[in-house]
């Protein structure tokens, strides 16, 4: 969604009793992927079961680190999160991340982003801006996203349905997809 799209959406939304929950904070998450992309690729293809490996940290907010796989299956989507030591950490960057669907995984690109978090109606909408993606092995091959991302959480317990009908059009957004494409000029 443009910048000037997003400005209008959220006075849409400001109207209709948007509340902040949680103070803006920075998200920094390093990827991870097979040597053949096929993280990417399964994401691409709409390929189920299929999986997202990344490390997540508030640098900002906290000294904390995450390891967290997404998983979208027939059954739904989730996410597991396991809090990680620096030691962990590094250890993941330097050795990669064994996945028995995708092998050994290696860090290939970094995501960083300001995220705002809302409720509207008993629903939780977060808000990405400033959205940065950087080839992980180097540093000064990056991209800057132009567009932002509303995205209706959903684990929430609301009407779901009308805040979909306010905020209007439905897009798949993937981060990780999109970084790959961009800097790495990969298609399916």
Excluded: W
Excluded at 67 to 94: A, D, M, P, V, Y
């Amino acid at each position: 969604m443009t910048k000037l799209n997003s400005f209008l959406l959220f006075k849409k939304l400001n109207n209709n009793g948007l509340k902040e929950i949680y103070k803006k904070r920075i998200i920094k998450s390093i990827y991870f992927d097979n040597i053949n992309l096929s993280m990417f690729i399964d994401s691409e293809e709409g390929i189920r079961p299929r999986y997202k490996i990344r490390i997540r940290e508030y640098p900002n907010f906290s000294n904390e680190y995450f390891l967290e796989k997404k998983i979208s299956s027939e059954e739904g989507r989730f996410k597991t999160t396991n809090k990680i030591t620096l030691s962990n950490k590094n250890q993941f960057e330097k050795n990669g991340y064994f996945s028995k669907k995708y092998g050994v995984c290696k860090p290939n690109i970094i995501v960083v982003y300001q995220r705002s978090y809302y409720t509207l109606k008993n629903v939780r909408i977060t808000f990405d801006e400033n959205i940065k993606y950087q080839d992980y092995k180097h540093n000064n091959n990056f991209f800057r996203e132009k567009n932002n991302v509303f995205e209706i959480k959903a684990d929430s317990n609301g009407n779901i349905e009308e805040i979909e009908n306010l905020i209007g059009s439905k897009n798949r957004f993937s981060k990780y997809s999109r970084g790959i494409i961009f800097l790495f000029n990969q298609t399916i």
